[in-house]
């Protein structure tokens, strides 16, 4: 379908189910067992409520932020999504450049179609990219991969720490595959997470944290961030949302939000989901499988992702009174339910 025609994220998805085949949209669409963490990823936030002020100058609309340190123009990233190439011929490579173009932040899976080296040279003159790296059980594959991350230019990386040593069990795709869907080494504990740490000298960001003892973990170890995400209902089904972990942190390790940056993923569709999260405290929001389904169309399709995504935050932090992200804290939730925070 013509891109004039696409008016949300939704209607993409809707788009690359109609045009990818069966097993590559299931590889992109799967989930573990029921699904249930899948589709309350994107049912939580019509549980949430949104304040909205009024009396407010909100003309001078401010959305950049930083993240790492690093200026980026949108709060909310790219999340690391293998295998970009069953979409497009283009694969990562119209990721990268539409992310660049519109100065947002794009992290690459290491299990993307494209090499590290062909993904960073695809971006923008002076583009700022994170990478995702997962533990493999061989070292050696680790610490090559971590080289290459780190002399291609990328700035961070996302360490996966909840697809580890068990993969989820996917049945939508695993039909397509025979079940071949395997795990590898399952002993990464907190020792081989400090371990980690000496095989790059670029910042790691354990992504995957799901429960508020974790994130107060990585705090205590000292990592500049962490990333809450139950990798989009893939890997263990029954665990809570974003939404929940974010307000189980702010119960129990507040110091968590003043310690270190938060960002958050998981069924992020419309500008006022991602909203919903940094009102909780996330600094930054991903976006997994829509970029994936964006990409039907290239580059043109994940640029226009970005700008209706953009344009749907952008409107929303407008009608809440918001003038800037940086202002966006729990005083925008309403506690008229049962959400009280
Ligand atoms: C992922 N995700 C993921 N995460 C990661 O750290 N490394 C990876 O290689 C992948 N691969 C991957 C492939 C596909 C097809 C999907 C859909 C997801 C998880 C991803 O980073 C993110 O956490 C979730 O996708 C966020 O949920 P939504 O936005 O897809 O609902």
Same mark, same amino acid.
Request: charged letters at 15%.
């Given at each position: 379908?013509?891109?004039?025609?696409?008016?949300?994220?939704?209607?993409?998805?809707?788009?690359?189910?109609?045009?990818?085949?069966?097993?590559?949209?299931?590889?992109?669409?799967?989930?573990?067992?029921?699904?249930?963490?899948?589709?309350?990823?994107?049912?939580?936030?019509?549980?949430?409520?949104?304040?909205?002020?009024?009396?407010?100058?909100?003309?001078?609309?401010?959305?950049?932020?930083?993240?790492?340190?690093?200026?980026?123009?949108?709060?909310?990233?790219?999340?690391?999504?293998?295998?970009?190439?069953?979409?497009?011929?283009?694969?990562?490579?119209?990721?990268?450049?539409?992310?660049?173009?519109?100065?947002?932040?794009?992290?690459?899976?290491?299990?993307?179609?494209?090499?590290?080296?062909?993904?960073?040279?695809?971006?923008?003159?002076?583009?700022?990219?994170?990478?995702?790296?997962?533990?493999?059980?061989?070292?050696?594959?680790?610490?090559?991969?971590?080289?290459?991350?780190?002399?291609?230019?990328?700035?961070?990386?996302?360490?996966?720490?909840?697809?580890?040593?068990?993969?989820?069990?996917?049945?939508?795709?695993?039909?397509?595959?025979?079940?071949?869907?395997?795990?590898?080494?399952?002993?990464?504990?907190?020792?081989?997470?400090?371990?980690?740490?000496?095989?790059?000298?670029?910042?790691?960001?354990?992504? +995957?944290?799901?429960?508020?003892? =974790? #994130?107060?973990?990585? %705090?205590? &170890? *000292?990592?500049? /961030?962490?990333?809450?995400?139950?990798?989009?209902?893939?890997?263990?089904?029954?665990?809570?949302?974003?939404?929940?972990?974010?307000?189980?942190?702010?119960?129990?390790?507040?110091?968590?939000?003043?310690?270190?940056?938060?960002?958050?993923?998981? +069924?992020?569709?419309?500008?006022? =989901? #991602?909203?919903?999260? %940094?009102? &909780? *405290?996330?600094? /930054?929001?991903?976006?997994?499988?829509?970029?994936?389904?964006?990409?039907?169309?290239?580059?043109?399709?994940?640029?226009?992702?970005?700008?209706?995504?953009?344009?749907?935050?952008?409107?929303?932090?407008?009608?809440?009174?918001?003038?800037?992200?940086?202002?966006?804290?729990?005083?925008?939730?309403?506690?008229? %339910?049962?959400?009280?925070?």
């Amino acid at each position: 379908p013509p891109l004039e025609d696409i008016w949300d994220l939704n209607d993409m998805q809707i788009a690359a189910k109609n045009v990818l085949s069966g097993k590559y949209y299931a590889s992109y669409r799967t989930a573990a067992l029921n699904e249930y963490t899948y589709q309350a990823n994107l049912g939580i936030y019509s549980k949430v409520r949104l304040n909205g002020f009024g009396f407010r100058d909100v003309s001078n609309l401010q959305t950049s932020t930083t993240i790492l340190g690093y200026n980026f123009s949108q709060p909310f990233f790219i999340a690391p999504a293998a295998n970009a190439g069953h979409a497009n011929k283009t694969a990562e490579k119209s990721l990268a450049s539409a992310a660049g173009k519109a100065g947002i932040l794009y992290v690459p899976s290491i299990s993307s179609t494209l090499s590290i080296e062909t993904i960073a040279k695809a971006g923008v003159k002076g583009q700022v990219m994170f990478h995702q790296e997962y533990i493999w059980s061989n070292t050696s594959q680790v610490i090559d991969e971590l080289d290459r991350i780190k002399a291609a230019g990328f700035k961070a990386i996302f360490l996966t720490v909840d697809n580890t040593g068990i993969n989820g069990i996917r049945t939508r795709s695993m039909r397509y595959t025979d079940g071949s869907e395997t795990g590898h080494s399952a002993n990464f504990d907190l020792n081989s997470l400090a371990a980690f740490r000496n095989l790059t000298t670029l910042p790691i960001v354990p992504k +995957g944290i799901k429960t508020w003892q =974790d #994130a107060k973990t990585c %705090l205590e &170890l *000292g990592f500049p /961030a962490i990333y809450v995400s139950n990798h989009g209902g893939r890997v263990l089904d029954g665990v809570p949302t974003a939404v929940e972990i974010l307000m189980d942190i702010r119960k129990n390790a507040p110091e968590v939000f003043a310690g270190m940056e938060v960002y958050a993923d998981g +069924g992020v569709r419309r500008g006022t =989901d #991602a909203l919903i999260l %940094l009102a &909780l *405290g996330a600094r /930054a929001v991903g976006l997994g499988r829509p970029p994936m389904f964006a990409n039907i169309w290239g580059e043109e399709g994940v640029s226009r992702l970005i700008s209706l995504f953009a344009q749907e935050m952008a409107t929303s932090m407008q009608l809440m009174g918001v003038a800037d992200v940086s202002q966006l804290n729990t005083s925008y939730h309403s506690d008229a %339910l049962a959400w009280s925070l």
